[in-house]
Nanobody
Framework: QLQLVESGGGLVQPGGSLRLSCAASGVTLTYFVLTWFRQAPGEEREPVSCIRSSGDSTKYADSVEGRFNISRDSARNTVYLQMNNLKPEDTAVYYC????????????????WGQGTQVTVSS
């Protein structure tokens, strides 16, 4: 059974950086795509970026273009989300989710989810 655990969230000032980690256990991530989603209070969960086993990625959120980068370390069975130049509107709970199939911007196909990590951008 695949289990995902996110870490790396916290409070950061606007313009700051954070790196989120999504550590997988139980099953290798080789056959899965991983997507970072985020959910702000009162908002729907939105996809941020998806990465395939090849390392190719798809960004879904236009607002993070040029600021966020997704990567994966197969040896550590971990996926990362590097977030730079953070803005208050990036404040949300960030979730990683795994899917055995093609990347999807919709939450429903993802069978495996982490518990989420809070990111708060505020001065």
């Amino acid at each position: 059974q695949l289990q995902l655990v996110e870490s790396g969230g916290g409070l950061v000032q606007p313009g700051g950086s954070l790196r989120l980690s999504c550590a997988a256990s139980g099953v290798t991530l080789t056959y899965f795509v991983l997507t970072w989603f985020r959910q702000a209070p009162g908002e729907e969960r939105e996809p941020v970026s998806c990465i395939r086993s090849s390392g190719d990625s798809t960004k879904y959120a236009d607002s993070v273009e040029g600021r966020f980068n997704i990567s994966r370390d197969s040896a550590r069975n971990t996926v990362y989300l590097q977030m730079n130049n953070l803005k208050p509107e990036d404040t949300a709970v960030y979730y990683c989710a795994a899917l055995r199939g093609p990347c999807s911007r919709y939450a429903s196909p993802y069978a495996y989810w982490g518990q989420g990590t809070q990111v708060t951008v505020s001065s």
